[in-house]
């Protein structure tokens, strides 16, 4: 069946509200609108669905959300009945009508028989994989598209161990989708599985129970206490989950001057007062520095709309500089280490975890310190699974997992990033050294003195239409029947490519195994220490290039990153 094909059976469908038709009615002249909404389904993969939100085979709405709960509950189903017993938790965040879609999909888990535990009102995503985890669940469900515009939602799933579905249960899922009709779904009353007890709802006691997990990652309750009665910081949740809980886990900590940006606390999807939510974005931050710089307050934190992620800006002088992802997982890093090795809580075989694209500086940083660190694939599943494994044999205990996004992960109730738990150990270190007399920003220099100077850059080459898919893969496609030979004007010594573990030896030619395989990641390793690494996203419609360079002094870093981004920028018109 062609899109054209597609199009009609939708706007025929008895499925469909007046609304919904009259949003496809709309449309009928615009050939290029069509398409792009039924040209094919959106892609079932390990992170589950994301998309614009609208009418339409390839948006995000109601009949997608409830094909999509239905293929996840014939998965379930062929678990077996005790799998089946354990039931699912749901969980949404602010975006517009991930309510609505949250209650669908436990309408359609209720219709097959799976207990349902749904939050009442929107939560941190964290929050998802530690009641799943708490509760015992099969599985869970979180309508969000994280940090996305406001045009996005998404459909996060989550299996038994409080992590991102495995590849062989997302695989059965899509293939289920593929294979069956997308109206075909059986939705029950939404009462009448509350008053059956098939939908039970969560509240304020899994909030509790959450909070005490991540009250217990504290490590120097006296280096908070000592600085409480003067030290100030700004927080704002970029108008989503965050707004309840980490206010309330920093009042916990005992900090007393926790000032919120009172326009962002306000809950709303449209998120009237950011281009685009993300705290990985500096400029979302303007209110939070204008608060700041009022209040006097030396520390801004922000977490994203679904707070599975948390961003920094910290004084420098008279002005407030952005902290990287990669350069808060570094101070957060060091800062653990030092804090559970002077109060006695450093376990044994003590281990970081970190992603493929995340700062080398990590990596000198444990080792210096005496912890072996790992890397991943990126995503939070990867680094879940390496932790399970490392733990599971007595290899390691994992002290901290993090990726350059923004996303860290501490303790061992969850398996996916967490903002609340993150933003209570980043103030914990803002508190601590504040106490010595220094902002985050002068920890960071004297990191670089001790360890090496680091610089990193990651590039988004956006490749939007329904031509972009073809574009990232062709892209791909060209880098490795041709591999570049330098970049920049600089030799690339080994290419490594993570699809079939391969690494090359560009001088000799000469192929080699390395221990990681299975994703579409190209990484060239330069000869003056840069790597650049190549990654189409998983979620948007964009090619990632990820620049990591060491250099004599941070200008050094900074030259080299600049001069490797003109080359990754020359990536879009590569043939």
Request: glycine share 8%.
């Amino acid at each position: 069946m062609d899109y054209k094909q597609t199009y009609e059976l939708w706007l025929n469908s008895p499925a469909l509200s007046e609304a919904e038709k009259a949003e496809l009615t709309a449309i009928a002249g615009d050939e290029k609108e069509i398409e792009s909404r039924f040209f094919s389904q959106l892609e079932f993969g390990t992170a589950g669905l994301r998309g614009t939100m609208g009418v339409g085979l390839y948006r995000m709405n109601i009949h997608v959300i409830r094909h999509a709960t239905q293929a996840f509950a014939k998965v379930i189903l062929n678990e077996g009945p005790e799998a089946v017993k354990k039931g699912v938790a749901i969980c949404f965040d602010c975006r517009n009508n991930s309510d609505v879609f949250a209650k669908e999909a436990a309408c359609i888990m209720a219709a097959a028989g799976i207990p349902v535990r749904l939050f009442e009102s929107l939560r941190p995503t964290p929050e998802l994989s530690f009641a799943i985890r708490e509760y015992g669940c099969i599985a869970g469900i979180n309508i969000t598209a994280s940090h996305n515009p406001k045009e996005y939602n998404g459909y996060k799933v989550y299996w038994s161990d409080g992590a991102q579905l495995p590849p062989n249960h997302a695989d059965e899922v899509a293939k289920i989708m593929r294979e069956s009709d997308v109206f075909d779904v059986n939705v029950a009353d939404y009462d009448k599985a509350v008053a059956d007890g098939l939908i039970t709802i969560m509240g304020e006691e899994t909030d509790e129970k959450f909070l005490a997990n991540v009250m217990a990652q504290v490590n120097d309750q006296a280096a908070v206490d000592a600085v409480a009665d003067t030290f100030k910081m700004v927080y704002t949740p970029f108008h989503g989950t965050g707004h309840k809980l980490i206010p309330e886990a920093l009042k916990r900590l005992g900090m007393k001057h926790v000032i919120c940006v009172p326009e962002q606390m306000v809950i709303d999807g449209n998120f009237p007062t950011v281009a685009s939510p993300n705290p990985e974005n500096p400029e979302g931050f303007y209110l939070a520095v204008d608060l700041a710089k009022k209040e006097g307050a030396d520390f801004i934190l922000g977490s994203d709309p679904d707070a599975d992620r948390v961003g920094l800006m910290v004084r420098a002088g008279d002005e407030f500089k952005v902290l990287t992802g990669n350069q808060t997982g570094v101070l957060l890093l060091d800062y653990l280490i030092g804090a559970k090795q002077r109060t006695g809580k450093m376990p044994k075989n003590p281990t970081a975890l970190k992603t493929i694209v995340t700062t080398e500086m990590a990596r000198k940083v444990a080792e210096v310190n005496g912890l072996a660190c790992f890397d991943t694939f990126t995503g939070f599943k990867f680094l879940a699974q390496k932790k399970d494994q490392l733990e599971g044999s007595g290899e390691g205990n994992v002290i901290m997992s993090y990726e350059e996004s923004y996303g860290y992960m501490l303790g061992d109730y969850v398996r996916d990033k967490d903002a609340v738990t993150a933003a209570v150990a980043m103030t914990e270190m803002a508190a601590y050294y504040a106490g010595k007399g220094m902002t985050l920003y002068d920890a960071l220099q004297a990191l670089y003195e001790k360890y090496g100077n680091y610089g990193e850059r990651t590039l988004n080459l956006v490749m939007p239409g329904l031509d972009g898919l073809k574009k990232m893969a062709d892209l791909m496609a060209g880098l490795r029947a041709d591999p570049p030979r330098e970049i920049g004007g600089e030799t690339v010594k080994t290419w490594k490519d993570y699809k079939d573990g391969s690494v090359v030896d560009a001088a000799t030619g000469e192929k080699t195994a390395m221990e990681l395989s299975g994703s579409n990641v190209l990484r060239y390793e330069l000869a003056d220490g840069t790597s650049v690494i190549v990654r189409p996203s998983g979620t948007e419609p964009k090619v990632k290039v990820y620049i990591l360079a060491q250099g004599e002094s941070q200008a050094d870093c900074a030259d080299k990153v600049a001069k490797y981004a003109a080359w990754a920028e020359g990536l879009k018109d590569r043939r």
